[in-house]
Structure formats: structure tokens, C-alpha cells
């Protein structure tokens, strides 16, 4: 498998998307392997197996000579789990780690059933949520009592455990160092407990107030921009009517183009604090802006719609930022803000004004270039 920091390394963060869930993934198989290599496979036994499968789990492992970690192996041709814990070669625990996110059809019992074809003598054989806010399915846990058994483990159970290695006399530094590490990421993330504290019920109130009011404000300039059809039609998995994004200092939704020739690219649309701090590229104004931006995070279709730019003389700035490349368009803030009711109609209005030139760029950023 390739090294820890490899595997990180591939998971940048994108500004439609966020690899929090895959980097978790391999920071924890990170943590395990290493323990595993350097001080004990008792790691995986406190983490993951629960009370009711500790005999069978110290039976099984007595007489295994090596475990080993990996993540998101293809077990047939639809399914990669997060992580598998195998056993001189044998798969012993499946575990699929979710933050927020929607299952796929089936996963979790597609999962079951190639786990109950693999299982050696004496292990049932162990399939583990490891969760933060999604539920399991409501049939996951019906079949607790039946091979492979099922488990529930929250984020915060595991933070919890990471704690008490760094209480204990007798740990290895390897150890106690890579937890603490990761009990700190997990503590920055808010993910080292589920339920709320004063702190958040505080905030909470506050926030309330204004949530409803900018959702609705931010799915009135989604719905409009749908309307549009052609490049705007369909629903994609990735589309956002609404993000809060702090590497941007920016607040915006954004819609996927139906388009062959620019599949990973987006419209967006929003507000952002001060530009010039977030995006590098000439022409991005240091003062608070409205934006509409065309972008990708396909390097080789961005540098159509760069071409693009050049070839059409629009007055639009390619600029990027941490996870964005896009060519941008801009309008003071303050202009928008003025009276903040009439605000996602003064948006829609710039779009349906900017809509000719966004569609010319959009088709002549889908041709491949001379």
C-alpha cells in the first residue's frame, strides 16, 4: 500500500467538495497501521471489537501472524469500503466511515454479504459504522446477533478512546504521539463529541435567525439558474445552492454544467470578503464583492475557459484560490447590501445580463484546444 502521506496527498481540497471524509479515513488507517507494526494489534481490539466478540476476537488473532490495514480496496466491481482490517490475508473487519454523508443503495449490506463469504474459522466477522451525525440504516443493527455481526461507533467514542491512551503508564510514544495528534484534529473539526454544548446552543440562536433567511435567499438564485436549461439543466450530486466557505472567505452556491466538454465545471455565484486576500490573479478587487464565476477543478478544463476569455475579450479574471480556479467577474458588495431584501433579485438580474456571455464561454470552453 503506498505511504500514509501518498495517500493523503491525493485528497486536496476542492471548492466543491470536501475530502474531510477520505482524510479521516486515512489518518485513522494511518494510526492503526503504524501502532499495529510498531507496538500492538490491541489497537484494533479497543477501537473497534465490542464486549460481546473480545473472546472471538483473542481466539481468532492468537492465531494470525500478521494484520494488516486497507483503504478503499474494490471487493466486486461497485463497492470500495473505507477501510478492511484483514488477517494473514483474510478480511476480519469492514469499516465504512461516514461524517454527514448519504449512503449508497445497499452499501452497508453489500459489504455484509461479500464479509460472510470471507470469514475464517472461528470470526463472525465485524462490519462497523464509524459515524459522526449519519445514522445507520434502520435494518443495520437488526442483524447485530447474526455473522457478520454489525457495529455503531461514533467519532466521538474513538476521540474518547484516543484520550485514554495518553492516561496510560504503559503505552509506546508512537502511540500516545499519532492519537494525540489526530484527537487534536478531531477536537479542531468539532468531531470529538456529538452532542452540543453551551457553547453550541449559544450559537445555535444566533445563527437560526439568519439560516433560513440566506437559504432561501441563496436557493432563489439555484432555482432561477435551472430555469435557464441547456448547460444549467439536470441535478448533479456536487451542485450547492448554498456554502459557508472559509478558504474563500466567501459565501456562494454553485451549479454543474451539462456539458460534454466541461463535465467538472460549475457557474457559481455569491458574496466574498475582501477577494484579493483568498484568489491570486490580476483584477481581483480588495474591497467586499458580489461574484459570478465560471470555474472548474479540472486543470485542463479550466485552461479552456481561459482561452476562452482571451478569445472572446471578456472582461473576466482567471484567478485562484485554495480549491478554486475560476474566471471570475465582480461588483461591490456595498451596492448589493444597500437594501439586503431586493439582494437575490439584484443577483438574478446581473445573471440573466451576464447569461450570453456565460453561454459563449461555456461553448467555446468545451472545444478542445488548437
Not at 84 to 113: C, H, M, T
Not at 167 to 176: L, W
Request: glycine share 8%.
Amino acid at each position: 500500500m503506498p505511504s500514509l502521506y501518498g495517500r493523503l496527498f491525493k485528497y486536496s481540497q476542492r471548492s466543491t467538495r470536501s475530502p474531510k471524509e477520505d482524510f479521516l479515513t486515512e489518518a485513522l488507517a494511518g494510526l492503526l497501521e503504524i501502532v499495529i507494526r510498531h507496538h500492538s494489534p490491541e489497537i484494533i481490539k479497543q477501537l473497534f471489537v465490542p464486549d460481546a466478540l473480545k473472546d472471538a476476537w483473542d481466539k481468532s488473532s492468537a492465531s494470525i501472524n500478521s494484520l494488516h490495514i486497507d483503504t478503499q480496496p474494490w471487493i466486486d466491481e461497485n463497492s470500495r469500503p473505507d477501510i478492511v482490517v484483514y488477517g494473514d490475508g483474510n478480511p476480519l473487519i469492514v469499516i465504512e466511515n461516514k461524517i454527514s454523508a448519504r449512503f449508497q443503495d445497499n452499501q452497508l449490506n453489500r459489504y455484509r454479504d461479500w464479509l460472510r463469504t470471507k470469514t475464517i474459522f472461528g470470526w463472525p466477522g465485524l462490519v462497523c459504522l464509524l459515524t459522526h451525525t449519519t445514522d445507520p440504516p434502520a435494518d443495520f443493527l437488526d442483524w447485530t446477533n447474526d455473522a457478520p455481526h454489525a457495529l455503531v461507533r461514533r467519532w466521538g467514542e474513538i476521540a474518547s478512546q484516543l484520550r485514554s491512551f495518553g492516561k496510560q503508564a504503559d503505552t509506546s510514544q508512537i502511540r500516545n504521539g499519532l492519537s494525540g495528534e489526530l484527537l487534536g484534529f478531531l477536537v479542531e473539526e468539532n468531531m470529538a463529541g456529538e452532542f452540543a454544548e453551551i457553547e453550541d446552543f449559544s450559537a445555535a440562536f444566533v445563527y437560526l435567525r439568519s439560516s433560513a433567511k440566506m437559504s432561501h435567499t441563496f436557493e432563489t438564485i439555484f432555482k432561477h439558474i435551472k430555469q435557464y436549461g441547456g448547460f444549467f439543466a439536470g441535478d448533479f450530486q456536487d451542485d450547492y445552492e448554498l456554502w459557508q466557505d472559509t478558504s474563500l472567505n466567501a459565501i456562494w452556491g454553485w451549479k454543474f454544467l451539462k456539458c460534454d466538454g466541461l463535465k467538472d465545471s460549475f457557474l457559481g455565484y455569491g458574496i466574498s470578503l475582501k477577494p484579493s486576500l483568498s484568489l491570486k490573479g490580476n483584477g481581483v478587487p480588495e474591497e467586499d464583492s458580489a461574484f459570478i464565476c465560471l470555474g472548474s477543478d479540472n486543470e485542463r478544463e479550466f485552461s479552456r475557459i481561459q482561452d476562452g476569455i482571451s478569445r472572446l475579450k471578456l472582461d473576466w479574471t482567471a484567478a485562484r484560490g485554495e480549491g478554486a480556479s475560476a474566471a471570475w467577474v465582480f461588483s461591490p458588495l456595498s451596492s448589493y447590501l444597500a437594501k439586503p431584501d431586493v439582494f437575490s433579485g439584484k443577483m438574478i438580474a446581473w445573471l440573466d445580463r451576464a447569461r450570453p456571455d456565460i453561454e459563449r464561454l461555456i461553448a467555446v470552453g468545451a472545444q478542445p484546444k488548437l
